[in-house]
């Protein structure tokens, strides 16, 4: 009706939008960007966008110089023998805990977005590597022999810890898995603005066929659940971000999933009926861990 007009092009109406042009808009939304410099910050949200990147980047890398994560990580212990460490940043972990402890429950863990991811991972048995042919276990020797990290007389990136930073909203996990490197970073809360998942993945043994097979398949994923994706060579990383807390967790279970699932397969990407039976098998999985979350 006529009310619904009454402020429109009024002075406060006008100065509303002149003031909101300069605060909400969000021009910084990729952190890898070359623009992605204090210079090319226009509005208070690229402003707040800019400062919490950066504040997090600092944050780890204050850990790497001073070696924060071994003073201070909680091997958690829970479903999985692996080795996962936790970082209480804030509020991630429930008050009263052992302060003394070196270990940590994973239900003693309040973080929401971690969780999430650890729901996701823990969700489906992993069934070990697939069966490799010849041809293919060929291709992983020869580009192990390629690949400094793998010298033992050289500090090996592969063997490092694999370690939950959390807080109550926030969770950043850096993973090393066998030959694959990924890191899931995410804000979880009632402020939509704010809350975003971001995923990086990087890594791989085979041949660059092999490993462009691979990423392919995980983009196709991820865009499947709304990821914005950006798949590189051997490479990828995607984002999702202003979404309701219960669309961001279902993505975070499936990037849980993945984590765990899509390691070592690049080995058997050289077959097209492997590639079809791991891509099957993966959907399944992911439709039963999120009913209907998938994008058709």
């Not at 092009?9 to 509303?16: K, M």
């Not at 509005?43 to 850990?63: I, N, S, Y």
């Not at 660059?208 to 991820?222: M, N």
Request: charged share 20%.
């Amino acid at each position: 009706g006529p009310g619904r007009q009454l402020m429109a092009n009024s002075p406060v109406h006008r100065l509303l939008s002149e003031v909101m042009a300069e605060i909400t808009p969000l021009g910084l939304t990729d952190p890898a960007s070359p623009f992605f410099t204090p210079g090319n910050c226009r509005t208070l949200h690229d402003v707040t966008r800019f400062c919490h990147e950066k504040a997090v980047q600092e944050m780890f890398g204050f850990g790497g110089r001073l070696g924060f994560p071994e003073r201070l990580a909680r091997q958690m212990v829970g479903e999985m023998p692996s080795q996962w460490w936790a970082i209480d940043l804030a509020d991630g972990f429930r008050p009263g805990i052992d302060a003394k402890s070196r270990y940590i429950a994973v239900t003693d863990i309040v973080s929401r977005p971690m969780l999430a991811l650890w729901a996701g991972i823990t969700a489906v048995p992993w069934d070990g590597p697939p069966p490799v042919s010849l041809r293919g276990l060929g291709s992983i020797f020869f580009q192990s022999t390629m690949n400094p990290s793998l010298d033992p007389a050289v500090r090996s990136s592969m063997a490092a810890k694999s370690y939950f930073l959390v807080s109550k909203d926030f969770c950043n996990l850096s993973v090393r898995l066998g030959y694959h490197f990924s890191m899931v970073e995410a804000y979880v809360s009632d402020m939509l603005t704010e809350s975003y998942v971001s995923f990086q993945f990087k890594g791989g043994a085979a041949d660059a066929g092999r490993k462009a097979t691979r990423v392919a398949l995980i983009a196709e994923i991820l865009t499947r659940y709304g990821f914005r994706v950006e798949p590189k060579a051997d490479s990828l990383t995607a984002r999702l971000e202003k979404r309701p807390t219960d669309v961001l967790e279902t993505r975070l279970r499936v990037l849980g999933y993945l984590l765990i699932h899509t390691r070592q397969i690049d080995m058997v990407m050289a077959d097209p009926g492997m590639v079809a039976h791991y891509r099957t098998k993966i959907l399944a999985d992911l439709e039963a861990l999120a009913p209907g979350a998938a994008e058709q």
